[in-house]
């Protein structure tokens, strides 16, 4: 990865991550491991039933692919907050749900890209129809350099269907260039890294 | 011959027949578009904007590398496409895709539509996809009875005004705000009979782009089968990439059971290191984004709820159309790498002006002159192709380096080569190469312009003038070309101690040579000032330039081999000097492309006169050393016009500055580098466009307080000079030679 990379000043990778989300209106915290991740999401996703508009599946938060007791826990705390936690579904959903959370396999730090590897339809679904989209990664997964991610990316495709690269909320300049977020997507997206 | 002898046709020539079906309604609605103040504003918006933020994009990066990595890239993929196609679609297939590949529109669209019946699919949803307007798909489905939802904001937008995108990245550019909002109010997105309707006036982005949003989601939620283009193929692991902003692109190859992704055979590539390659520049000089927010890559068929197997129908549909046709074709065949930024629109003076739907068939901007021609035919690039000024600037900013205006020339030529010449210009053709054809010529023209003031447009001559010709005043030939009175008085004389090392042999070009030979004699009077002494060789013709943008080929080739026998002899002067910008970067870059079929001897004598020609401003700073001493500075404050031959063609931009410098107060102005409008025969083509670009350079100059502006290619100092006569002389413009030659301190 000799030419294009930013001459940024940022040398750690979290910096240089945090520094570019900054870039496309992207939000980054840290949290300690995936259940401090899926804590920060259900916190994200009261703040969006609060905020509304109101409509169908605003009190939805989506968990995707996750191991062990975790989306149990979430399911029962979800429950206490009005927070409705599903983990399929989604094409039933006609507008938007509240809140998305999924799990990036690795991120970019010099364009705040997380790398999804969309194993699923609603896993996939769930970061196009949600208004707040939850992204974490752990911070060893989270790379320089578009060059440093080609390897695993590579891998990724492999196998049949979609690798999704994110790099904050869904956003047009359509209108007199005028930048708007939340075009058909997530209005708001946040990134935690997990881990350090 | 007389009218028009030196830069292009006379406006009769024109009119008497001599112009292309079409033309007439082409100039109607170029005319549309400059009086429409609407669309001037979101072009005035639009050019300033990504003109303000592209350089943020890029900053930190090396620009040449990125492009260099993207042409290697192409170019490999390009080298082996069919082998690539089969890998491809070994690789897609086993992973679940179909894959296809079409000939031409007329059998691409019938595929898709046999896709859609097969499905028995009536509701479409489609994200932006040049390739399905190049094939002219909707109506094609529509026809048919499906509908068909774009849902990319912008493209759905002008699909509501049925109309077409006027910018390959931002189809609605064309429009204000307010204009939307009225489009959303008449289709009933916003507002209703019912409800109470928000005003179109000074609605806000926001709300529109969210009436939006909610429009559209029930779409996707109904359509049967999506369809996207592709923004790469990636032949090792059968993958294909689509770069969006909004997030449609990814909702409609998910949502519905059937994704169908169009896309042209100069989308394949080898590998993800290549579209590593084309990622890190398409959104940066597209939209000035480090990435597009969403990157997503499909190999093969993925799991569907709503497909009646589970698994996705992908059918991954690769068009032809002309493209192959261009890979065998040298002088084009750069074309294939354009990754469709739309950047050279975004920076072209005529695109500034008129926008899209003039300055494009479906592909828009200095790529569309030249792909029009290959994909959709002479008949619909037999009237876009000649809409350039050839400043370069398309050049300049493309990130697969692509020699856009050269590829322009080259379309003139061959539609000028099957469609024949009208003919003035094959007059013109023969004598601009032949330097006693053209001097009678002109002898002829002299008379003809009579003594001063000859009845009406006489007075104007060489370039005739009439009707809308008349927005700038334009000089007379000279009384004595500068060749003759160079052959009866010879070179000034030294003033300082003789220096050989400064001489120079002077290549007039045409409009110094017959136009404004006294600046000739002004930058012969500098050099003699520092001891040089000055020849000029009678062999010389014009350079050619004016030929080859006429797509005179022919004419172009032996006024250039002319040139180079005299000098790019291997005993020829060492230095050539020139006034003209737009004759040195032709001879700089364009002649050993032009001679590149004439043996090793001629192709080298065209590389030594590439090396040997020097403008005057690098001249005068770098060989004669000029320096505060010289000069008795003015106090007048001096703007400076870069001419686009000078900056884009040379790369020479700070010698000029501080030439002026010396001898005046240099006044920086905005937009130094904005083309003045010239472009030799396409100020007669196109005098409404001209006339508007010159209009907003003369505004720009005249509002910043300037007494002078100096400029160092001779059509700029026509344009300019005859633009302000008509306005009323408020400044002076001036050749950099005329200004350094008339602040010269006495000697002695
Ligand atoms: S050369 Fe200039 S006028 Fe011609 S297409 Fe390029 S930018 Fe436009
Ligand atoms: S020709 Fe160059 S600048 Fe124009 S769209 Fe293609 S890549 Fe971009």
Known sequence: MSQGQSAGAETNPVGLFTASAAKVSMGVSRTADLDGALAVALGLAQERLAQGPPQDGLDMLFLCGLPGALPEKYRALGAERGIRVIRDGLRAVRGWIGTAFSLASLAIAETATLVLSGEGEDARLSGMISLTHVIAVREEKILMALGDALPEVQAMMGRPGHVSFVSGPSRTADIERVLALGAHGPQRVQALVMGG | ?748
Request: positive net charge.
């Open chain 2, 1 to 748: 011959m007389a009218k028009g002898a030196i830069f292009g046709k006379s406006p009769e020539g024109d009119r008497a027949g001599g112009e292309a079906p079409g033309m007439g309604d082409y100039h109607r609605s170029i005319k549309e578009a400059l009086s429409d103040p609407f669309l001037r504003g979101a072009l005035e918006r639009f050019y300033l904007h990504s003109k303000a933020s592209r350089p943020q994009a890029f900053k930190g990066l090396r620009l040449e590398s990125l492009t260099k990595a993207v042409r290697e890239s192409k170019e490999a993929a390009l080298s082996g496409l069919e082998g690539l196609y089969d890998r491809f679609r070994e690789r897609a297939e086993s992973k679940g895709a179909v894959v296809h590949r079409c000939g031409d529109a007329a059998s691409c669209r019938q595929l898709i539509l046999a896709i859609a019946k097969d499905n028995g699919v009536s509701a479409i949803v489609k994200s932006k996809s040049m390739t399905a307007e190049e094939i002219a798909l909707n109506p094609a489905l529509e026809a048919a009875g499906i509908s068909v939802s774009e849902t990319d904001l912008g493209e759905w937008i002008v699909q509501l005004r049925g109309e077409g995108p006027s910018h390959m990245v931002l189809p609605a550019i064309h429009l204000s705000k307010d204009e939307v909002a009225l489009t959303f109010e008449e289709s009933r997105v916003i507002g209703g009979p019912q409800g109470a309707r928000p005003p179109a006036e000074g609605a806000a982005v926001e709300a529109l782009v969210r009436a939006a949003r909610l429009a559209l989601r029930p779409r996707f939620q109904e359509a049967h089968m999506g369809v996207t283009g592709a923004n790469f193929a990636l032949a090792d692991s059968g993958t294909i990439g689509i770069c969006t902003n909004e997030g449609n692109g990814r909702l409609c190859a998910t949502l519905p059971g059937v994704h169908v992704a169009l896309l042209g055979l100069d989308k394949l590539l080898p590998g993800l290191a290549d579209a590593a390659n084309l990622l890190r520049v398409l959104p940066r000089n597209a939209t000035a984004q480090d990435i597009t927010t969403y990157v997503s890559l499909i190999s093969g068929a993925a799991d569907c709820q709503a497909s009646p197997t589970g698994k996705k129908k992908l059918h991954i549909v690769f068009l032809d159309n002309g493209r192959t046709g261009i890979l065998k074709d040298p002088a084009c065949r750069e074309l294939l790498y354009c990754v469709r930024c739309g950047a050279c629109a975004n920076v072209c003076p005529v695109y500034r002006m008129v926008g899209g739907h003039r300055m494009g068939h479906v592909y828009i901007g200095a790529v569309g002159l030249g792909l029009t021609y290959f994909l959709h035919g002479a008949a619909a690039a037999r009237n876009l192709a000649w809409n350039c000024i050839g400043c370069g600037a398309c050049k300049e900013v493309c990130v697969a380096g692509i020699d856009l205006p050269s590829i322009v020339f080259e379309v003139r030529a061959r539609l000028r080569e099957a469609e024949g010449t009208p003919m003035a210009d094959r007059l013109l053709s023969l004598v601009l190469p032949n330097r006693t054809l053209f001097g009678a010529a002109l002898k002829v023209a002299r008379i003809a312009q009579g003594p001063f003031g000859g009845p009406g447009p006489v007075r104007h001559l060489p370039i005739a003038l009439s009707g809308d010709r008349g927005f700038r005043a334009l000089p007379l030939l000279a009384d004595k070309a500068f060749r003759d009175s160079f052959r009866e008085a010879g070179p000034p004389p030294v003033a300082a101690a003789p220096d050989p090392s400064l001489d120079a042999a002077i290549f007039a070009g045409c409009a110094h040579d017959y136009l404004l030979p006294e600046e000739l004699w002004d930058a012969a009077g500098v050099a003699a000032h520092k001891g040089a002494s000055i020849s000029f060789p009678m062999g010389q013709v014009c350079c050619g330039l004016p030929a080859l943008t006429l797509g005179l080929r022919g004419a172009a080739v032996r006024a250039a081999l002319a040139n180079i026998e005299v000098f790019g002899a291997e005993d020829g002067p060492s230095r050539v000097l020139t006034l003209c910008a737009s004759c040195a970067s032709h001879i700089r870059h364009a002649y050993q492309r032009l001679v590149g079929g004439e043996g090793e001897e001629t192709r080298a004598k065209a590389a030594r006169f590439a090396g040997r020609i020097t403008d005057f401003a690098t001249y005068a700073k770098d060989v004669l050393r000029l320096g505060p001493r010289d000069f008795d500075r003015s106090p007048e404050r001096a703007a400076y016009h870069s001419p686009c031959h000078m900056s884009k063609g040379l790369g020479v931009t700070q010698a000029p500055r501080e030439l002026i410098g010396l001898a005046a107060e240099y006044l920086p102005t905005p937009e130094e580098e904005l083309c003045c409008g010239f472009g030799g025969s396409f100020s007669l083509k196109f005098p409404e466009e001209s006339a508007a670009i010159l209009s907003r350079k003369l505004g720009i100059l005249e509002a910043a307080g300037a007494h002078t502006v100096v400029s160092d290619c001779p059509g700029c100092v026509v344009q300019l000079r005859g633009g302000e006569e008509k306005r009323g002389r408020l400044l002076r413009v001036e050749h950099l030679a005329t200004l350094l030659a008339r602040r010269l301190k006495a000697k002695g």
